[in-house]
């Protein structure tokens, strides 16, 4: 578990005089602060009690000024620590704060409605999940196929690598994507870490993020140590919407993370020989 110098520990509910309910992170990095506030005034529109960690890799802290709201607080990291590294910070502090749930969301997510309340509920209902995944939808209302089996070498460079029309001609890629099982609830190999809602008891049992991940795999690694000790449930019930980029199709420096992180996975996890994989992935064909 990485240990941070961050800013002094606020047990929020020590302050407020009522336990927190949710804590949510958020990782920012040159982002657009209209995009930041958009998705800070839907988290905050809740009757859920709740604290927001914007956990920022900028160079600068010109999004400092987003931190209006005492539900806010703000964290500047003055370098680019990495995704999961960064996210380790937001859940670490919602561990020592009491919160029983910590939210895991991306900024060029959008979210309405009751949300974060019907999420809640539903993880009050299952003790058995350590965490719950939307529908996930892109901006023009196309579904994303984000919950995925755990992958293969093979799966990585071919869907990366390939022409996406290509691609889409494969029915390995229809199974290794669930298409067969997107409007079921029920346990995922791997979901996207776009947006968690996870159990704070499971987050501190298999300790967070992996930061040797500095971009992408990270959340593939952490839904992949959350089964190992509970669930991850894909609920379609519940939609949000969210832009993915996929920046590492057209940033060289991007695809060097990919890559790098693809390595380290399959170092950690297994190459070719991966009982485990080949266990839980025959499990949805």
Known sequence: MDKFCSPASRNYSMMTGT?????????????????IKGLISSLLDTSLNIKVFLVDNSSTDRLKRLATDKRVTYIFNNKNIGYGRGHNIGIFESIKSGSPYHLVVNPDVEMEGEILEKMYNFMEEHPDAGCVVPNVLYPDGNKQYLNKLYPTPFDLMMRRFLPEKLS????????????????VTRQVPIASGCFLFC???????????????????????????????????????????????????????????????????????????????????????
């Open 168 to 183: 889409k001609t494969f029915p390995r890629f229809d199974k290794y994507e669930l298409k067969h099982l997107d409007n």
């Open 19 to 35: 336990p927190l309910q949710l804590t949510v992170s958020i990782v920012l990095y040159e982002s657009k602060a209209t995009e």
């Open 199 to 285: 159990r704070n008891l499971v987050l501190k049992e298999i300790g967070g993020f992996d930061s040797r991940y500095f971009m992408y795999l990270e959340d593939t690694d952490m839904c992949r140590r959350i089964n190992e000790v509970s669930k991850v449930i894909f609920w379609p019930e519940i939609e949000v919407i969210h832009a993915y980029a996929k920046g590492s199709y057209s940033n060289p420096r991007l695809l060097f993370y990919h890559i790098s992180s693809a390595i380290k996975y399959f170092n950690k996890w297994g190459w070719l020989f991966d009982a485990e994989r080949r266990r839980i992935n025959r499990q949805f064909k």
